[in-house]
């Protein structure tokens, strides 16, 4: 299996515009989590979905921020509008929820530079 | 809330030194208990996932213990080799599936 896939690697965009980020889990994995890490803050969940809804997006700063999950393949976390503060490396990980296991796989992440 | 710290946030050691990686977390009603490497400017690498009814998991040279009654976890390294440097995180993983993470250890071992 190639892993968590996420993309862009890196987005460099400008104050005001509109930013996707990506995210293929892992084939089979029904819980998809987006986390973003700063110096600041470290990592921070942002939403999280189960077969596809979302189940908990109270980690989502503000209403510039939404995610949707449309198949169990493919998740996109939006921003619009971008802000300078939004600067950090968006995650997103997958896991298999059945059983004790939960271990979670993170994908290499979108390092996310707004100016 | 839960509450995970990390002691000591940077840790620089001699190499093949045996050293040990603390992780606090307040609530200890957790599911279970990960512990991730992640090297500079790359993604989290799962090292270890100890479920909640076990005391510890090894793989390799890392070795995780964990007690829930006083929210402790430690992670073991023997005999550390440079390739071992990078930052350490754990995280706690409650009933809702969530990761609450750790401001990790940035591990350092010099050759």
């Known amino acids: 299996d190639a892993g968590v896939i996420q993309s862009p690697r890196h987005e460099v965009t400008e104050m005001g515009q509109e930013v996707t980020l990506r995210c293929k889990p892992i084939?089979?994995?029904?819980?998809l989590f987006w986390y973003r890490q700063t110096m600041m803050r470290g990592l921070e969940l942002l939403i999280y979905?189960?077969?596809?809804?979302?189940?908990?997006d109270s980690g989502m700063p503000e209403d510039r921020f939404s995610a949707k999950m449309p198949n169990a393949s493919f998740s996109t976390l939006k921003i619009q509008p971008s802000e300078p503060r939004d600067s950090a490396v968006y995650f997103c990980?997958?896991?298999?929820?059945?059983?004790?296991?939960?271990?979670?796989?993170f994908g290499p992440g979108t390092r996310l530079t707004v100016l | 809330k839960q509450e995970v710290t990390q002691i000591p946030a940077a840790l620089s050691v001699p190499e093949g030194e045996n050293l040990v990686l603390n992780c606090s977390f307040t609530?200890?009603?957790?599911?279970?208990l990960q512990w991730f490497r992640q090297d500079p400017g790359k993604g989290l690498t799962s090292l270890l996932l100890?479920?909640?009814?076990?005391r510890e998991q090894t793989s390799g040279r890392l070795n995780a213990s964990l007690d829930k009654s006083s929210g402790r976890s430690t992670l073991y390294i023997a005999a550390s080799q440079p390739g071992d440097s990078a930052t350490y995180l754990c995280?706690?993983?409650?009933?809702?599936?969530?990761?609450?993470f750790g401001s990790g250890t940035q591990l350092t071992v010099l050759p």
């Open positions: 990980a997958s896991s298999l929820g059945r059983g004790e296991g939960n271990e979670q796989f």
């Open positions: 084939s089979g994995h029904d819980y």
């Open positions: 979905f189960n077969n596809n809804v979302p189940i908990d």
């Open positions: 609530d200890s009603a957790i599911y279970n």
């Open positions: 100890i479920q909640s009814s076990q």
């Open positions: 995280a706690v993983i409650g009933s809702a599936r969530q990761l609450t």
